[in-house]
């Protein structure tokens, strides 16, 4: 595959090698199994679905980088079918009458998911240390939802933050003389350290953007001609990353962008019992919009997404009026979402997405489902 680029200056067109073609390229393959019964008891009041599934894809399409020895270049890629990947998990669907009389019914209803992904193997030159992205990282026996990032390790005596970092150091002997191994090689080992340049820090795995349980559940209440119907949704456990709420709280920016009241809480002289940085531009370091487990925050919620409120008329009032039904109603959609911080609205990244693919990232220029509400009059002839 070339790409065309045109040159303004001299007039003419220029083709540029971007991907080489790959004869042995296949399509990706997928094995699934789902297994699970329905049930139904107390004369069909209460009833409900239970399924497992097992799904696993082989021969991922992946894009493989030339060495700089093969004259290619970094910028040319060689589409392969390479590693697999396996979801298993659980879904349950529960519905059940809870009162039933002549005037008024009560009926509720839930449902939930639980699934795991594992990445079960890549391409030989990834299988030692993955493949890492700005802020996720795949590899053998992990997930596609995993966060790789800097880790926050609090502030110093100036306020400043400060970042995790591995740093490596020899082994000595009590004279000090560097210590070997059996094969003569001098020992080294492995130690946490911190450091305010966030550049220089160490990325870490924090976590998976993958919920542990997601679903929702409503009701339905019927009461002499008035009715009620509501349907909420939620999700449990996973984490979602606020690069909105990073926007807000990173200083360093042109003058008059919006701030975050969270900055009236950060480090002063007068008052350092706090975990955010100093209000200045280099209080969070160089990290500028790097990823850091800071803005890394638990994505749960639980949202009314839909409500609805009427009123069917006795059906002696219709015939009066030459009707056969007429009933008045209230609607609202959206109408709230609880989440761990005000203003954050998991939600849009619909929880399941890879932070490869940035769907596990909230960022400017997502905004929360509109919310509306209507009321109408339903009339039948």
Known sequence: MYSTSYNEGTGEYSNTLSQKGNDELTWEKSHAINTGFDFEL????????????????????????????????????????????????????????????????LTLNANLAHYKNKIL???????????????????????????????????????????????EHAVTNEDGTPKLDANGDPMTYIARETTTDATSATRYECGTTLPKIYGGFGLTFEFKGFDLSAGFSYQLGGKIYDGEYQNLMWTQTNTGNAIHKDLLKAWTAGDANTNIPRWDTSGWGNLAQSACDFFLTKNNYLSLNNAQFGYTLPKDVVKKLRLSNLRIYVAGENLFVLSCRKGLDPRVTAGLGSMTSGAGVISSGYYSAMRTITGGVTVNF
């Open 121 to 167: 193997s890549l391409d030989e030159q990834y299988k030692e240390e993955g493949i890492k992205y700005s802020n996720a990282i795949l590899r053998e026996g992990g997930s596609v939802y995993q966060t790789y990032m800097y880790k926050y390790a609090g502030l110093d005596e100036n306020g400043s933050a400060l970042y995790y970092k591995d740093v």
């Open 42 to 105: 107390f004369k069909g009041r209460f009833s409900g679905t239970i399924e497992y599934f097992v799904r696993k894809t082989t021969d991922l399409l992946f894009y493989k980088d030339f060495p700089l020895s093969s004259g290619f270049g970094t910028s040319v890629q060689l589409p392969i079918n390479v590693g697999s990947v396996m979801n298993h998990g659980i879904e349950i669907d529960l519905e059940g009458v809870l009162v039933r009389t002549q005037d008024y019914k």
